[in-house]
C-alpha cells in the first residue's frame, strides 16, 4: 500500500512529505537502521538537496538541506562511493566503516561527514544518470546486512528511482 502511495505520489502534492515520511519509517524498521535519507540531485546541473530523513530516535543527526546546493567539485575525488554512484554502479553496502577498503570509502570523510559506523548507499540511476542516494546507516557498531536487506534496498531502488526524476524535474532550478 505505501509502495503505491509513492509511485502514484505527484512530486507537488500536498502529502509528499507524509507519504515520504512513512516510507523511509518503514524502510527504516525494516532495515534495523539509525537513519535513512534521501539525496535527490540533477544530472544536468549537479545541484543536490536532502530534502526527506528519518532517524529512530531524536539523538540521531537529522541530514536535511532545505535548499538546492552545488556538490563541490572534488566530491566524486574524496568521496569513491559517490563516484560509484555517478558511474552507475551497483549499489554498495558497508558492514564497518572502520575496517572497509580505501577503494569502497574514505573512512575520514565518512567519520567527518556522517559519523556512521555501517552504511547502504543505494544509487538511484536512469539511463547511467544518478538522480539520487538512498542512504540507510548504523551508528554504534558494526552491522552484516543481510541477504533479505540486500533485496528490500533494491526494491527500494526500483520504487524511488522514478519518485527521484519526478522530484528533481519538478523542483530542482
Known amino acids: 500500500m505505501l509502495v503505491c502511495q509513492v509511485l502514484e505520489a505527484s512530486p507537488h502534492s500536498e502529502n509528499l512529505a507524509q507519504v ?8 527504516g524498521q525494516r532495515l534495523q537502521c ?5 539525496y535527490l540531485r540533477s544530472p544536468q546541473s549537479t ?14 543527526p537529522k541530514v536535511y538541506d532545505p535548499n538546492w546546493k552545488p556538490e563541490y567539485a572534488a566530491l566524486a575525488k574524496d568521496d569513491p562511493m559517490f563516484a560509484a554512484a555517478l558511474n552507475a554502479q551497483p549499489s554498495i553496502f558497508v558492514e564497518d566503516v572502520e575496517t572497509a ?3 569502497v570509502l574514505n ?7 556522517f559519523g ?7 544509487h ?13 546507516c548504523v551508528f554504534d557498531a558494526p ?4 541477504w533479505s536487506d540486500r533485496q528490500l534496498t533494491e526494491q527500494a531502488v526500483s520504487w524511488l528511482t522514478p519518485f527521484a526524476i519526478d522530484y528533481v524535474s519538478a523542483h530542482a532550478p
Open 20 to 27: 515520504m515520511a512513512d516510507l523511509l519509517a518503514t524502510l
Open 34 to 38: 539509525d537513519r535513512i535519507f534521501l
Open 101 to 103: 577498503s580505501p577503494r
Open 47 to 60: 545541484l543536490g538537496r536532502v530534502p526527506f530523513c528519518w532517524q529512530a530516535r531524536p539523538s540521531i
Open 143 to 146: 552491522r552484516v546486512w543481510s
Open 107 to 113: 573512512r575520514d570523510f565518512e567519520r567527518d561527514t
Open 116 to 122: 556512521h559506523r555501517a552504511l547502504i548507499h543505494a
Open 124 to 136: 538511484l540511476c536512469s539511463g547511467q544518470k544518478l538522480w539520487g542516494i538512498l542512504q540507510a
